[in-house]
């Protein structure tokens, strides 16, 4: 049985910074693309990024150069590193498993954790 389970949402202000973790079991998280999604206030939910099963690294635009997605292949575990937050990054923060990339375009995979909630005001 896969379980993501996603920790580290909070509280900061703007200008801020936050980690987000995401552990796994059930699954191994070095063997699939991982990513991150996000939901906020009355949207839909977003691609935010990747990490493919051979590391390479991709964000959405309004992400790159803030945050970082990394894993710790012993710890079945993926992080993302959140810099210089801002109130747009509002949102609940979903960790997938599975991801497919079609057309440049990123699509979830089968399995998703329960979200994190992260809050961007001062």
């Known amino acids: 049985q896969v379980q993501l389970v996603e920790s580290g949402g909070g509280l900061v202000q703007p200008g801020g910074s936050l980690s987000v973790s995401c552990v796994a079991s059930?699954?191994?998280?070095?063997?699939?693309?991982m990513g991150w999604y996000r939901q906020g206030p009355g949207n839909q939910r977003e691609w935010v990024a990747t990490i493919s099963s051979d590391g390479s690294k991709f964000y959405r635009d309004s992400v790159k150069g803030r945050f970082t997605i990394s894993r710790d292949i012993a710890k079945n575990t993926m992080y993302l590193q959140m810099n210089s937050l801002n109130p747009e990054d509002t949102a609940v923060y979903y960790c997938?498993?599975?991801?497919?990339?079609?057309?440049?375009?990123?699509?979830?995979?089968?399995?998703w954790g329960q979200g994190t909630q992260v809050t961007v005001s001062s």
């Open positions: 997938n498993a599975g991801l497919r990339r079609y057309y440049g375009n990123w699509s979830p995979g089968s399995y």
């Open positions: 059930g699954i191994i998280l070095s063997s699939r693309a």
